[in-house]
């Protein structure tokens, strides 16, 4: 199949493409013409049954429009349209209807009287020798949509186009006949010329543009059903026991899986890149307007395909080690697809291009890279190499340890299907309560959180006033944060103080952590300038700006209590308490700690605020898990929090009663309150010494879990 499929596949879709051609052609659309009588004959309208060739770009393109003209007298069988503009609307509409017209164009009734007045007034007044007075308005043709044909719009988008023009020349003609030059009223005409070196850039685009998707998907397809077979088809076959007996060390056969499977991948992606190239320099030769792919592509597509590869195996790997079957395992290609389709897809956007901050996007970097090298801009490409570079290896890194913990996991290799009976499992479930939530109660927990904000933020509003953003902001804390959690807990767990890390830490901990919290503070203003920087706002940025007019109006204690110390105990009850808890059942605290922190990112805001909030949530989930306690997390949050608000009353009056603060803080400008420098390095000092502090302190029983409670409940409950 990786041989002879692409090799077949490619030729049969240009055979096809150009057998079927015909059916892409244009087909004319039927319009309806309704009060179209004594029309100026200069500049004509129409010629025939369609219109005038002179008014389109290209003559051909007049007979993409066939007219029909409504029969407006009795004479002729019809019944003349009404006067009244609304009335002849909806006659012009029945009329498209009755006669399946795409769309139809009505003139108003007194549109030819009114036309012929203005431009005799304005021949007159050329004729006196005296000033223009103002011209009467003429009322403007309508154009009138059949809701009901699927051409509708593009019609509509020819006729604008059709009368404009014909619109101008009338303006031509009126200048001509008032004694004005055209000239003197259109001075110039802009004009675009296409050059033989514009065709091939085009073309090089258009080649820049597919062959990095393809490359990614056949990658991604190339490796998934191999490590299908290697892993979950062995299962079945009841070799693996065999493998994994044999004096091979684990790593070993993950990584003789994985050059088998990288081998797949890459012979597929190129088998169907040279395939596609082939047919397309085929199909080429009947399409003047494309020219042949870059031979640029054939250097670079290669070198990229590598750690493309490496990636997309690993994921594979680890994914078919998880699958019971090769039928399970087959199912999660499509989660593994729909991560990766919007990476790859975004990068057709002409308006995305390769800058610091997309190149350092997984997966969209490259493609990025790719199509910039493959357009002919080495130099742009190559100074963007090392970000791009530095996150594909570290994406590579992680997949592949990644599949090496799941070959290391008895649990997951040796997983059982099970028949699935709800009544059963719900009665276990509740049975088997632990003190602390499982992996699984933490992530659904989460995606609750993250469904709920969604739906709600679809009926979100700008509020009028701080009123409205208070309860607001107690709605969402309460609604989206603190119910989703307590109703999770209230059937998945049976401690909730070992849950939600209600102990005392002790007086050193939370000291630690409000020094952390100020220290910590200016470096976040100096990470929020940076990644505004790699990622520029969009018109959100009014938004925000309309919410901080809001927010400075109100008295600072009730900022502090709606914005600091709510967001304080329901966010940290939430992510560092219940989902961090179960993160932690895992028996890894780190990953504990970083999926926590990327889940309280995703529930908040935009793009920016996510990142900047994933950030505090590492130190804060760092805390919890070194601690014990939830409560140096919810000071960290509070003060936090306190003095960003704080930040927002700063301005000339204040720095003049508080001298202090022209020492803290740069010189007010465009971009916002800001740290000096010396400010920001030492706070990134206090928070590097708190933390190896932290590290080294003796921590918590309940921080440091016992083998027996890290394991998963099928480990721990066995003798």
Not at 220 to 243: S, W
Not at 342 to 365: D, F, H, R
Not at 531 to 549: F, H, K, S
């Amino acid at each position: 199949m990786i041989f002879i499929l692409p090799l077949l596949l490619y030729p049969l879709l240009g055979v096809s493409f150009m057998q079927f051609s015909h059916f892409l052609l244009k087909k004319p659309s039927r319009v309806l013409v309704i009060g179209a009588r004594q029309l100026p004959e200069d500049p004509p309208l129409f010629e025939g049954a369609r219109f005038h060739p002179s008014l389109f770009s290209d003559s051909r393109e007049a007979d993409l429009l066939e007219v029909s003209f409504a029969r407006e007298e009795p004479a002729e069988g019809g019944t003349p349209p009404p006067a009244d503009p609304e009335e002849r609307r909806q006659w012009a509409r029945r009329e498209l209807e009755r006669g399946g017209f795409d769309a139809g164009v009505v003139f108003p009734a007194d549109f030819s009287v009114r036309l012929a007045r203005v431009r005799q007034m304005a021949a007159q007044r050329s004729a006196a020798d005296e000033p223009a007075a103002k011209p009467e308005p003429v009322p403007s043709p309508e154009i009138v949509l059949n809701s009901s044909k699927a051409k509708a719009e593009i019609t509509a988008a020819w006729l604008r186009n059709v009368l404009r023009g014909w619109s101008d020349r009338i303006g031509d003609a009126t200048l001509q006949a008032s004694g004005v030059p055209v000239a003197a009223a259109r001075p110039f005409t802009p004009s675009v010329e296409q050059t033989d070196q514009d065709k091939h850039r085009r073309s090089a685009r258009m080649w820049a543009q597919l062959f990095p998707i393809m490359m990614v998907l056949w990658a991604m397809t190339g490796a998934f059903y191999p490590a299908v077979d290697l892993c979950a088809g062995e299962k079945e076959r009841g070799t693996l026991e065999t493998l994994l007996s044999s004096p091979a060390k684990r790593i070993e056969i993950v990584v003789g899986k994985l050059l088998t499977i990288m081998l797949f991948s890459m012979a597929t992606s190129l088998l169907n890149l040279l395939s596609v190239a082939a047919t397309g320099l085929a199909v080429v030769r009947v399409m003047p307007d494309v020219g042949p792919p870059p031979w640029q592509a054939w250097i670079w597509l290669p070198v990229a395909l590598i750690p493309v590869a490496a990636l997309f195996s690993a994921l594979c790997l680890a994914l078919a080690a998880f699958a019971r079957s090769t039928k399970e395992g087959q199912y999660y290609l499509m989660p593994l697809l729909l991560i990766t389709m919007p990476l790859v897809l975004a990068t057709l956007s002409p308006s995305l291009e390769l800058t610091v901050g997309n190149a350092i996007i997984p997966v969209t970097g490259l493609c990025l890279l790719l199509r910039t090298l493959l357009e002919g801009q080495t130099t742009t490409a190559l100074t963007m190499l090392a970000p791009v570079a530095a996150v594909t290896l570290a994406c590579c890194y992680l997949a592949i340890r990644w599949a090496v913990e799941q070959f290391n996991s008895e649990t997951v290799l040796f997983r059982e299907g099970e028949r699935l009976d709800l009544i059963l499992w719900a009665k276990q479930f509740w049975r088997e309560r632990g003190p602390t939530p499982t992996v699984a109660a933490a992530a659904w927990c989460g995606v609750l959180i993250l469904l709920t904000k969604f739906f709600l933020s679809l009926n979100a509003q700008l509020p009028a006033d701080f009123a409205q953003f208070a309860r607001s902001t107690v709605a969402t804390q309460l609604l989206m944060i603190a119910l989703p959690t307590a109703l999770v807990a209230a059937v998945s767990i049976r401690g909730v103080r070992q849950t939600f890390l209600l102990f005392w830490p002790g007086v050193g901990p939370v000291a630690a952590a409000a020094a952390m919290a100020l220290a910590f503070h200016p470096v976040v203003v100096s990470l929020q300038s940076l990644v505004m920087w790699l990622y520029p706002m969009g018109p959100d940025i009014e938004a925000l700006r309309r919410l901080e007019t809001v927010i400075v109006q109100a008295p600072l204690w009730q900022l502090v209590l709606v914005m600091a110390l709510l967001p304080a105990v329901c966010e940290e009850a939430t992510f560092r308490g219940f989902i961090l808890s179960g993160f932690r059942r895992s028996g890894h605290p780190l990953q504990a700690v970083v999926f926590s922190a990327l889940l309280f990112g995703f529930a908040h805001g935009f793009l920016q605020q996510m990142i900047i909030t994933a950030a505090v949530g590492l130190i804060v989930g760092f805390l919890a898990i070194r601690s014990g306690s939830l409560l140096p997390g919810v000071v960290f949050h509070l003060i936090h929090n306190t003095l960003a608000v704080s930040l927002t009353r700063v301005d000339v009056e204040l720095r003049s009663q508080w001298p202090v603060l022209d020492w803290l803080l740069s010189p007010p400008g465009d971009g916002g309150v800001q740290y000096r420098l010396p400010v920001v390095i030492g706070g990134a000092v206090v928070v590097t010494v708190l933390i190896a502090w932290l590290a080294v302190r003796s921590t918590d029983p309940w921080a440091a879990l016992s083998l027996r409670d890290a394991l998963p409940d099928r480990e721990r409950n066995s003798p």
